[in-house]
């Protein structure tokens, strides 16, 4: 079976552009995260969907990013009029929570350049 | 909050040797603890998970252990290989148990 899937796997664009990132987790996997991981840096969670509940947005830096999910499918992570700052790569990574814990399943990222 | 602390940024050993990784956390004691790796220009893999309840677990040549009462894991690597450097990321689910917590990593070097 695959693995999660990122698209694209670079994007480059200037500053006060919108771009779009897609994820596709794995089939079956309920659960489906977004990371941001600057340079040199540690994961940084930016957004986290369950099923059908409510995301928990917490981890969004600031209302240019938004996330949406359908159902247990794709995902993609909107950021508008970007800025420098958000260069960065874009992880996502899905899981199967159960009562005993979970091991998520990362893709390869996008490496997103802002001009 | 939680906070993860690894203990450094870059560890270099010798070929053979046991590289020793430390995660120490500050608040609430979580129900299990995992370890990943990740290789530059790629996602983080998972490696190991342990739970509260246990105080170590085995898998080839990596070993955890996971001391609730000093708040700490230990990572350890016996027989290193150059393969397996690599930067080695501790995590814990928050409290809520909506996500996992990373720690910055730990960048293993091993020199032949």
């Known amino acids: 079976g695959a693995g999660v899937s990122q698209s694209p796997s670079n994007k480059v664009t200037e500053k006060g552009k919108d771009v779009e990132l897609r994820c596709d987790p794995i089939s079956g996997h309920t659960a489906l995260y977004w990371y941001r991981q600057r340079l040199g840096q540690g994961l940084e969670f930016l957004i986290y969907?369950?099923?059908?509940?409510?995301?928990?947005k917490s981890g969004l830096p600031s209302d240019r990013f938004s996330a949406e999910r359908t159902g247990e499918s794709v995902s993609t992570l909107t950021i508008q009029r970007t800025q420098q700052e958000d260069s960065a790569v874009y992880l996502c990574a899905s899981s199967f929570p159960t009562r005993s814990g979970e091991t998520q399943y990362f893709g390869p990222g996008t490496r997103l350049l802002v001009l | 909050s939680q906070k993860i602390e690894q203990n450094s940024e870059a560890l270099n050993i010798q070929e053979g040797k046991t590289a020793t990784l430390t995660c120490n956390y500050t608040n609430y004691s979580p129900a299990y603890l995992q370890w990943y790796r990740q290789d530059p220009g790629r996602g983080p893999v998972f490696l190991l998970l342990i739970r509260e309840n246990e105080k170590e677990k085995r898998k080839e040549r990596l070993k955890v252990t996971f001391d609730t009462t000093l708040k700490q894991s230990l990572f350890h690597i016996t027989a290193s290989q150059p393969a397996d450097s690599a930067t080695y990321l501790c995590?814990?689910?928050?409290?809520?148990?909506?996500?996992?917590?990373f720690g910055k990593g730990t960048t293993l070097s091993v020199s032949s």
């Open positions: 969907f369950q099923g059908n509940s409510a995301p928990d």
């Open positions: 995590a814990l689910p928050n409290q809520a148990g909506t996500a996992l917590i």
